[in-house]
Antibody, heavy 121, light 109 residues
């Protein structure tokens, strides 16, 4: 059974850095894209970007390019989302998700439980 | 980039049928996927491709597409179908970029 398990909630101050994780299991991690999705409080889903663990090919939404970094360590079946300098507007729930098959980009069938990031002074 | 437009809210009587639409240029080239999200929970994929349901999704959920509009139909809505529904698709640039619609809040009366 496919599982994506995300790291726990974080409370940070503006300007701090952060790296959250998403560990996949139950499938061949290197063969499926992993995407990251933001959901700000009371708002809709926003696609941030996607990474292919096999070769670390990464695509970013123009809205998030330069704002975050998506990476992967396939040796531990884990994808990461990181910020170098958080802002209050980064406060949101962040989900990782895996598509239904190896070719699909946005057909996210499997989702992590979400990581709540709170940025407040 | 592309945008996908959804009506903000729709209501349906228990047991009746509701159609949720998603409009965007990218839908002329790519199928939409549909997700159901209940408060405090991660989204759940309900329809993908031409009209495919993941295992465990009831057959009262169906999808269709015409031109720049994709539709999700719930036939015989149940109380548990309440929540937010989001469409997504690849955007017009292809290249594995994806865009979500703004979401439709479904209320079952």
């Amino acid at each position: 059974e496919v599982h994506l398990v995300q790291s726990g909630a974080e409370v940070k101050k503006p300007g701090e850095s952060l790296k959250i994780s998403c560990k996949g299991s139950g499938y061949t991690f290197s063969k499926y894209w992993i995407g990251w999705v933001r959901q700000m409080p009371g708002k809709g889903l926003e696609w941030m970007g996607i990474i292919y663990p096999g070769d670390s090919d990464t695509r970013y939404s123009p809205s998030f390019q330069g704002q975050v970094t998506i990476s992967v360590d396939k040796s531990v079946s884990t994808a990461y989302l990181q910020w170098s300098s958080l802002k209050a507007s980064d406060t949101a729930m962040y989900y990782c998700a895996r598509p239904v098959d190896t070719a699909a980009a946005g057909t996210f069938q499997h989702w992590g439980q979400g990581t709540l990031v709170t940025v407040s002074s | 980039s592309s945008e996908l437009t959804q009506d903000p809210a729709v209501s349906v009587a228990l047991g009746q049928t509701v159609r949720i639409t998603c409009q965007g240029d990218s839908l002329r080239s790519y199928y939409a996927s549909w997700f159901h999200q209940k408060p405090g929970q991660a989204p759940v994929l309900v329809i993908f491709g031409k009209n495919n349901r993941p295992s465990g999704i009831p057959d009262r959920f169906s999808g269709s597409s015409s031109g720049n509009t994709a539709s999700l139909t719930i036939t015989g809505a149940q109380a548990g179908d309440e929540g937010d529904y989001y469409c997504n698709s690849r955007d017009s640039s292809g290249n594995h970029h994806v865009v979500f619609g703004g979401g439709t809040k479904v209320t079952v009366l």
